[in-house]
């Protein structure tokens, strides 16, 4: 989940197992939503987006799950790789034709070969 | 398409000295972003532009930064006089409109001294 004060939460999981990422979100407004990876040295990097009419969307390897009602996300990674290590965030935009995403503090996923 | 791009990756510079980073947009982008990241307060948005008018400069933590954007292909991020609490990554983003995904650059390095 999101953390709170300076630590991110890690997350680990063995090469191969399936991991969950969460997010919980705080503005019911939001109608699009955005899962962002980021490696070490590296700038945020796309991965996948749902919009607020869907409560599910796949793709290569990732599903990410949208709770409207408790205002939660979650990214689901399906057979954890070695280079999937990073950190995640999720990101949300409100609905009134706003550009401006906000991001949550990111999970620190580990993948354990 | 190269991405978003970003010079330098990394500065280093001492306190009072002025500095300036530049970015280059994914072309066809009509929205660019600033964001700053630091363990403290995750990633934060300092002003976005639309269409090189800037819309929202909010973030901006004070007078002493200040960011242009002469044209579609550039935008340039001042801090001056920098100071130590300056020192994170900023990351320069652009995306094709308000419904579109965010791009990120690799960001710069800032270390005041």
């Known amino acids: 989940g999101e953390s709170v004060g300076l630590h991110l939460p890690t997350l680990s999981v063995q090469e191969g197992d399936n991991s969950i990422i969460n997010c919980a979100y705080s503005?019911?407004?939001?109608?699009?939503f955005i899962w962002y990876k980021q490696e070490s040295g590296k700038g945020p990097q796309f991965i996948i987006d749902i919009r607020s009419n869907m409560d599910k969307r796949q793709g290569q390897r990732v599903t990410v799950l949208l709770n409207k009602t408790v205002k939660h996300l979650s990214l689901q990674i399906a057979a954890t790789q070695p280079g999937d290590s990073a950190v995640y965030f999720c990101?949300?935009?409100?609905?009134?034709?706003?550009?401006?995403?906000?991001f949550g503090k990111g999970t620190k996923l580990s993948v354990i070969p | 398409d190269a991405g978003v791009i970003q010079s330098p990756r990394h500065e280093v510079t001492e306190m009072g000295q002025e500095v300036t980073l530049r970015c280059k947009p994914i072309s066809g982008h009509n929205s660019l972003f600033w964001y700053r990241q630091t363990m403290m307060r995750g990633l934060e948005l300092l002003i976005y532009f639309n269409n090189n008018v800037p819309i929202d400069d909010s973030g901006m933590p004070e007078d002493r930064f200040s960011a242009k954007m002469p044209n579609a292909s550039f935008s340039t991020l001042k801090i001056q006089p920098s100071e130590p609490r300056d020192s994170a990554v900023y990351f320069c983003?652009?995306?094709?409109?308000?419904?579109?995904?965010?791009?990120f650059g690799s960001g710069t390095q800032l270390s005041v001294l």
């Open positions: 503005n019911s407004a939001s109608d699009y």
């Open positions: 990101a949300e935009k409100d609905g009134a034709g706003s550009y401006q995403l906000t």
């Open positions: 983003a652009s995306c094709g409109g308000a419904n579109e995904k965010l791009f």
